[in-house]
């Protein structure tokens, strides 16, 4: 392959990384929908919680922002299975964990690993997932001049980076938590080179379930229609930090 073939392909991945956004690899119909949350929380705030205001008063809280407040502490998965991370535990941080968890370890141009991953994370209440899922990695790769199937790019890497969240149970018990994630991609060469124009400030919603003892990836229309929309997160925005946008601490 020659530098200009090089270039070409180097071009197509960021494309790639970027059309995975719009065709919506987890999200097709917004599909990504996180299980509310249930039990008691390992941080003094329940993320799936809107920050309490004043109705009469400015305060401390009225003018807090995601960069003012503590960062938002997330778990470590107690296990794997097939590449998917497992062990988080029934309450708001777990689900939001897990959500944060799965995205960024999502193999998401290797459609064997991809199905590997989805069979073990999506719950057997949402069985056309993992096919319509796959299917998306199949048109991605076509996209950028692959195979419809195999492994990612030899050669490159892929770095997935949450940076914030904002989790909100869709039911009462919260067994169902919707979590929204802003998220950066970048790309490194075999030679180490950097993206020199990696993803920035994306944003996709995934939907969580409780069942089974695990967090497990839904895409049942009864929780995809009580999806809500946030306002865009902003660090320095009193709005987004009101509207319960977290930043996160990894793990």
């Given amino acids: 392959m020659d530098a200009d073939d090089r270039k070409a392909q180097w071009a197509r991945l960021r494309l790639a990384?970027?059309?995975?956004?719009?065709?919506?690899?987890?999200?097709?119909?917004?599909f990504l929908a996180v299980r509310s949350f249930h039990g008691d929380s390992s941080t003094s705030s329940d993320p799936t919680k809107q920050p309490s205001t004043s109705p009469n008063s400015p305060s401390a809280t009225d003018r807090m922002t995601p960069a003012k407040a503590k960062a938002l502490p997330l778990l470590a998965p107690m296990e794997s299975q097939n590449g998917a991370p497992l062990g988080f535990p029934r309450n708001g941080l777990g689900a939001i964990s897990a959500a944060v968890a799965y995205w960024e370890e999502y193999a998401w141009l290797d459609d064997s690993l991809a199905r590997k991953q989805l069979e073990v994370l999506v719950s057997p209440d949402s069985p056309q997932t993992v096919d319509r899922q796959i299917s998306e990695v199949h048109r991605l790769r076509e996209g950028i001049g692959l195979p419809p199937s195999g492994p990612a790019p030899a050669g490159v890497t892929f770095t997935t980076s949450v940076k914030a969240v904002r989790g909100k149970s869709l039911l009462k018990d919260g067994s169902v938590v919707q979590v929204w994630l802003q998220y950066d991609r970048y790309a490194t060469k075999a030679d180490g080179g950097g993206d020199d124009n990696p993803l920035a400030n994306e944003t996709i919603d995934v939907i969580m379930k409780w069942q089974s003892g695990e967090w497990h990836i839904t895409q049942?229309?009864?929780y995809v229609k009580l999806r809500t929309f946030p306002v865009a997160y902003d660090p320095n925005s009193v709005p987004a930090r009101q509207d319960g946008w977290w930043r996160v601490d990894d793990a």
């Fill in 17 to 30: 990384g970027a059309a995975i956004i719009v065709l919506g690899v987890l999200a097709a119909a917004g």
């Fill in 220 to 222: 049942e229309p009864k």
